[in-house]
C-alpha cells in the first residue's frame, strides 16, 4: 500500500508563494507516478500537475504552468510543488496522488488510486 502525507498548505496573499510537500511510503513500484490534484467546494477535482518518478517526465494544467514546478526528493521520498505567483483562483484544498501507472489521461482523477488526505491552500487579493 501507499500512504501519502501532505504538509505546507497556508494563507498567503495575492503573488506570494508557498511549497508543498507530500511525504510518500510503500513500495516504489506502486509510486511510479505522482501528482498533485486540487479541489474547491463545489467543483470537481483537477489535475495540477504530475511526474513520472521514473523518467522524470513532467506535466501542468495549463493555468500553473510557468507558476508551479513538481519535483521529487529520491532521498526523502518526497514530492513537492513549488507554487509561485499565486491568484486567488488557485485557492483549494490541494491532494498529492501516486499510481503504479496511468491507463488513461494524467489529469483524470479516477486514474489514480492513491491519495492523500489534502493541504488547504487559500490566497487573498
Known amino acids: 500500500q501507499v500512504q501519502l502525507v501532505e504538509s505546507g498548505g497556508g494563507s498567503v496573499q495575492a503573488g506570494g508563494s508557498l511549497r508543498l510537500s507530500c511525504a510518500a511510503s510503500?513500495?516504489?513500484?506502486?509510486?511510479?507516478?505522482m501528482g498533485w490534484f486540487r479541489q474547491t467546494p463545489g467543483k470537481e477535482r483537477e489535475g495540477v500537475a504530475t511526474?513520472?518518478?521514473?523518467?522524470?517526465?513532467?506535466y501542468y494544467d495549463g493555468s500553473v504552468e510557468g507558476r508551479f514546478t513538481i519535483s521529487q526528493d529520491y532521498a526523502k521520498n518526497t514530492l513537492n510543488l513549488e507554487m509561485n505567483g499565486l491568484t486567488p483562483e488557485d485557492t483549494a484544498m490541494y491532494y498529492c496522488?501516486?499510481?503504479?501507472?496511468?491507463?488513461?489521461?494524467?489529469?483524470?482523477?479516477?486514474?489514480?488510486?492513491?491519495w492523500g488526505q489534502g493541504t488547504q491552500v487559500t490566497v487573498s487579493s
Open positions: 511526474i513520472d518518478t521514473g523518467g522524470g517526465k513532467k
Open positions: 496522488t501516486a499510481a503504479p501507472w496511468l491507463g488513461g489521461t494524467w489529469d483524470v482523477p479516477g486514474n489514480w488510486p492513491y
Open positions: 510503500g513500495h516504489t513500484t506502486y509510486r511510479a507516478y
